[in-house]
C-alpha cells in the first residue's frame, strides 16, 4: 500500500493536536498551532483537545451548552479564519477523551457537534465498554499512547477498534515499539500516529498520508477503516 501511495499526490495530516485554549497543558494557541502546521507542509490536523475532569474543573458553573461552546471555540474560530482568508486547510474534531475511572487516554473520530451538544454530558461518567457498547458504530475509539510509562496501559481489545501505534511527543517514553507489536498481533486493529502536539518543538513529527483529500469526519473514518493510508 505505502509504494502505491508514493506515487500519488498526497495529503498529510496529524490526528492528535492540542490547543492552549482547552488543554492547559497546551502552550500554543490555535491560530499558532494551525500557522505552525500549514508551514509544516500539512494539509489538515485533527484537534484532540482533552475532555477528562481538568475540563469539567475548567469549566465549573458553565451549562452544558456552554462548555461544549468553549470546547469548540478554537476549531470553529480556525476554521472561520481560514474560510475569510481563502486557506485551504482542514480542521477536524477530534478529542482525548478520559474516563473518571480510567487512567488511560482514548481518540475518537467521527465526531459531531450535535453529538457533543446532546450525549456527551454523560461520556466521562462511563467506562471504556459500555461507551464501546453505545458508540462502536458510530465512533472510532482509538486508545492514545497505550505503553506511555508510568501513565497508561493497553486497554481491553475488544472495545477499541485501534491503537496509536506512533505517538512522538518528546517528553514521554511513549512505548511505541510495543505497542506496535500489539497491532501485528491482532490487525483488525487500525494503527494512527500523532504528534500529540502541545508546544512548537512538538509541531509535525508524525501523522498520517493518504492519496486522497480527507476533509470531513466521515471520510477521516472510512480512510481509517480502509487501511487506505501510510503512518508517517
Given at each position: 500500500?505505502?509504494?502505491?501511495?508514493?506515487?500519488?499526490?498526497?495529503?498529510?495530516?496529524?490526528?492528535?493536536?492540542?490547543?492552549?485554549?482547552?488543554?492547559?497543558?497546551?502552550?500554543?494557541?490555535?491560530?499558532?498551532?494551525?500557522?505552525?502546521?500549514?508551514?509544516?507542509?500539512?494539509?489538515?490536523?485533527?484537534?484532540?483537545?482533552?475532555?477528562?475532569?481538568?475540563?469539567?474543573?475548567l469549566t465549573e458553573g458553565m451549562?452544558?451548552?456552554?462548555?461544549?461552546?468553549?470546547?469548540?471555540?478554537?476549531?470553529?474560530?480556525?476554521?472561520?479564519?481560514?474560510?475569510?482568508?481563502?486557506?485551504?486547510?482542514?480542521?477536524?474534531?477530534?478529542?482525548?477523551?478520559?474516563?473518571?475511572?480510567?487512567?488511560?487516554?482514548?481518540?475518537?473520530?467521527?465526531?459531531?457537534?450535535?453529538?457533543?451538544?446532546?450525549?456527551?454530558?454523560?461520556?466521562?461518567?462511563?467506562?471504556?465498554?459500555?461507551?464501546?457498547?453505545?458508540?462502536?458504530?458510530?465512533?472510532?475509539?482509538?486508545?492514545?499512547?497505550?505503553?506511555?510509562?508510568?501513565?497508561?496501559?493497553?486497554?481491553?481489545?475488544?472495545?477499541?477498534?485501534?491503537?496509536?501505534?506512533?505517538?512522538?511527543?518528546?517528553?514521554?517514553?511513549?512505548?511505541?515499539?510495543?505497542?506496535?507489536?500489539?497491532?501485528?498481533?491482532?490487525?483488525?486493529?487500525?494503527?494512527?500516529?500523532?504528534?500529540?502536539?502541545?508546544?512548537?518543538?512538538?509541531?509535525?513529527?508524525?501523522?498520517?498520508?493518504?492519496?486522497?483529500?480527507?476533509?470531513?469526519?466521515?471520510?477521516?473514518?472510512?480512510?481509517?477503516?480502509?487501511?487506505?493510508?501510510?503512518?508517517?
Amino acid at each position: 500500500m505505502e509504494s502505491e501511495l508514493k506515487k500519488e499526490k498526497m495529503w498529510k495530516y496529524d490526528l492528535h493536536v492540542h490547543t492552549r485554549e482547552v488543554s492547559p497543558c497546551g502552550r500554543m494557541s490555535v491560530e499558532e498551532v494551525v500557522n505552525a502546521y500549514m508551514e509544516s507542509g500539512y494539509d489538515g490536523i485533527w484537534i484532540t483537545n482533552h475532555f477528562h475532569r481538568e475540563f469539567l474543573e475548567l469549566t465549573e458553573g458553565m451549562d452544558w451548552n456552554k462548555k461544549i461552546d468553549f470546547y469548540l471555540k478554537p476549531i470553529r474560530d480556525a476554521v472561520k479564519n481560514l474560510k475569510d482568508a481563502g486557506k485551504n486547510f482542514h480542521i477536524g474534531l477530534g478529542m482525548e477523551l478520559r474516563f473518571l475511572t480510567d487512567p488511560n487516554d482514548y481518540l475518537i473520530y467521527g465526531l459531531s457537534e450535535k453529538l457533543l451538544y446532546n450525549e456527551a454530558d454523560r461520556w466521562l461518567y462511563m467506562d471504556l465498554q459500555s461507551f464501546y457498547e453505545k458508540y462502536k458504530d458510530r465512533l472510532l475509539i482509538i486508545q492514545a499512547h497505550p505503553n506511555r510509562a508510568d501513565s497508561s496501559y493497553p486497554a481491553d481489545i475488544d472495545y477499541l477498534h485501534g491503537m496509536e501505534a506512533v505517538n512522538t511527543s518528546p517528553r514521554h517514553d511513549s512505548g511505541n515499539e510495543k505497542t506496535q507489536k500489539i497491532l501485528i498481533m491482532h490487525p483488525w486493529m487500525i494503527p494512527t500516529a500523532g504528534s500529540d502536539s502541545h508546544r512548537p518543538e512538538d509541531i509535525g513529527r508524525t501523522g498520517i498520508m493518504a492519496g486522497e483529500s480527507i476533509d470531513t469526519e466521515e471520510r477521516l473514518v472510512a480512510v481509517l477503516k480502509s487501511r487506505e493510508y501510510a503512518l508517517i
